[in-house]
């Protein structure tokens, strides 16, 4: 009976023991708890900035102006088409002008109202001056029934060195004398010849510098002589 109860004890102390060391061996090889830390992709991705600097942007010209379309057509503004006259005077009252006429007499612009003048401002020692003398001269035969006044005025010139001069080119018009250059200033006739074409009402409708030719003379007649047709 005795063996038999040592048997027992015997075998339960070995199965004892042998589950000590079996727990024993397990809590020395457990794996240890290791934490991971996720990286976003997006952060493993992105380029460094020192590697791939941001270009600097190119400056470009301001752009080209283009006209402002209506539907498909191009609208373009339209400029001013009058020619401003460098002439003071144009488009305005003559001034008034008096002067002795070679010959004898006055030549009064006032006196002239209601008929169509021109106007020139002249002189012997100026040659466009003299050139221009039997154009003139044409003129003012061809359009006298049109009612047509033609007026030279010398400046700082006296008669005796005019009256010979028109006589020699039988000029058909009343020439006058600026003696002291007083009209020619209030004419703002700087420079020599000057023309002014002045209409019946007393209003200069066009002025040309210089020595024009029969072509310029035709035109500043047009706009003083109404429903005539003017040729060079």
Known sequence: ???????????????????????????????????????PSAAVLAPSPALSPTPTPLVSAAPALTPARSGNAAVSTPSASRTVSPFPLVDKLAPSLSAPQVGGGTIDLAALR????????????????RDEYPVMNGFAARYADAGLVVVAI?????????????????????????????RARAWDAAALPVHYFIDAQGIVRDAALGG????????????????VTVKP
């Not at 209601?114 to 001056?129: E, S």
């Not at 010979?164 to 009343?174: D, Q, R, W, Y």
């Not at 024009?212 to 429903?227: E, T």
């Open 1 to 39: 009976m005795r063996t038999f109860i040592a048997v027992v004890l015997g075998l339960v102390v070995g199965i004892g023991a042998a589950v000590g060391f079996g727990a024993a061996l397990v809590a020395l090889t457990r794996t240890p708890d290791v934490r991971v830390t996720r990286v």
């Open 114 to 129: 209601g008929k169509p003048v021109w106007v020139v401002f002249t002189g012997t020692y100026c040659p466009p001056c």
């Open 154 to 182: 010398h400046v700082r010139e006296a008669e005796q060195t005019v009256a010979p001069f028109i006589s020699s080119l039988n000029v058909a018009f009343p020439v006058g004398l600026d003696e002291d250059g007083s």
């Open 212 to 227: 024009i030719g029969p072509d310029v003379m035709a035109r500043g007649l047009q706009a003083i002589l109404p429903g």
